[in-house]
């Protein structure tokens, strides 16, 4: 998971041509998100994070809570769904629905703490990401 800048590095250094972080901006001021999606992350570790395609038929992560919240048990995790992303989901209540009331996240939860300004967010980034640089590149003179 790539959730600050020290991620973005060592990803680059492992040789990764780019990286991207979606989970993290999600509690930023700018994000439509809801508050409680956001206080849900904040809320979130690992543990929180299911990967089904028992929502929409596409796997993808999600946040336990929210699942939990409209009626997909841990028993139907392993089901998958038919795709049909606009229609009302079998397997909860009809206002369930993938991305809208069962809210995804990454396994980047676990490091995201508070709900910033995207320039903020971006700047500090930026930063963890020069510091974290800086701090391998003085790797080379030890070894």
């Not at 991207?20 to 979130?44: C, H, L, V, W």
């Amino acid at each position: 998971c790539i959730s600050n800048g020290r991620d973005v590095a060592s990803a680059l250094q492992m040789g990764a041509d780019i990286a991207y972080m979606g989970t993290r901006f999600i509690n930023t001021k700018e994000s439509r998100a809801p508050e409680d999606y956001k206080q849900m992350i904040i809320d979130s570790g690992a543990t929180d994070i299911v990967y089904t395609a028992a929502v929409s038929g596409v796997p993808a992560s999600f946040l336990r809570p929210s699942l939990e919240s409209m009626g997909i048990t841990e028993e139907m995790w392993g089901r998958k769904a038919k795709m049909d992303f606009g229609k009302e989901l079998d397997a909860a209540k009809s206002e369930a629905k993938a991305w809208s009331t069962i809210w995804s996240a990454g396994q980047g939860v676990t490091n995201i703490s508070d709900d910033l300004p995207v320039q903020e967010l971006v700047d500090r980034i930026t930063n963890e990401f020069k510091e974290s640089i800086k701090e391998q590149s003085k790797l080379l003179d030890k070894y």
